[in-house]
């Protein structure tokens, strides 16, 4: 079964710290892997994504990295700021037959303190 | 704003009110897509328009009925609605139905069903 989790559920940490959160994936056939970040009251934005040959990205201070062999991903924040207090939300996608399939997590809420 | 406008953002209504939900995207996109947000669940596609056309509907009860008059616009009309309905209805589009590109979401509607 295609299936996407996320941990830890939720986070709080303090300005300026870094934290890295994680994502575990049993979808297949893999085609890609995106965070997204969801702004209370707003819509997913998306952060970066994966392709199957890619093992880091960086979108300034979020780096993802992703690891095909054991199918995780992880969402590493940098200097955190009071703006990065969101959701965030992975998604893997699966294409078969020349049609993708997404797959979303039930994401990470992270709060940052000031 | 992200090129993808929902109204109204908020509603609330009775189990035996009719109400739409309206979408509308200034990107040039092709496809069009609802999505449900409930806490703690993962985002749940509800049906999948491309080029006006419904290409997918994933076992919504018929409570739920959306309405895509062009390419820009998307609606969906709620009616005899339960209080499990509530919930964030998120809007979004992408060039084409296989969005390896990802999708531009909206800032949503926050349902609530009394």
């Known amino acids: 079964k295609n299936q996407v989790e996320q941990s830890p559920q939720s986070l709080i940490i303090l300005e300026g710290k870094n934290c890295t959160l994680q994502c575990n994936y049993t979808v297949s056939p893999f085609s890609n892997l995106r965070w997204y970040k969801q702004d209370t009251g707003r819509g997913p934005v998306s952060l970066t994504i994966m392709t199957f040959s890619e093992n880091t990205k960086s979108n300034g201070r979020y780096t993802a990295t992703l690891d095909a062999d054991t199918k995780q991903s992880s969402l590493h924040i940098t200097a955190s700021q009071l703006s990065d207090s969101a959701s965030y939300i992975c998604?893997?996608?699966?294409?078969?037959?020349?049609?993708?399939?997404?797959?979303f997590g039930t994401g990470t809420r992270l709060k940052v303190l000031a | 704003e992200t090129g993808v406008t929902q109204t109204p953002r908020h509603l609330v209504m009775g189990m035996t009110n009719k109400k739409s939900l309206k979408c509308e995207q200034h990107?040039?996109?092709?496809?069009m897509y609802w999505y449900k947000q409930s806490a703690k669940k993962p985002l749940e596609l509800m049906f999948v328009?491309?080029?006006?056309?419904?290409?997918e509907n994933n076992s919504v009860p018929s409570r739920f009925s959306p309405e895509c008059p062009n390419s820009s616009h998307l609606f969906l009309h709620l009616h005899t609605l339960q209080p499990e309905d509530s919930a964030l209805y998120l809007c979004?589009?992408?060039?084409?139905?296989?969005?390896?590109?990802?999708?531009?979401f909206g800032s949503g509607t926050r349902l609530t069903v009394v």
């Open positions: 328009y491309s080029l006006e056309e419904r290409v």
């Open positions: 990107l040039g996109h092709n496809a």
């Open positions: 979004a589009s992408s060039q084409d139905a296989q969005p390896m590109g990802g999708y531009t």
């Open positions: 998604v893997v996608s699966a294409r078969t037959s020349g049609t993708y399939k997404y797959i």
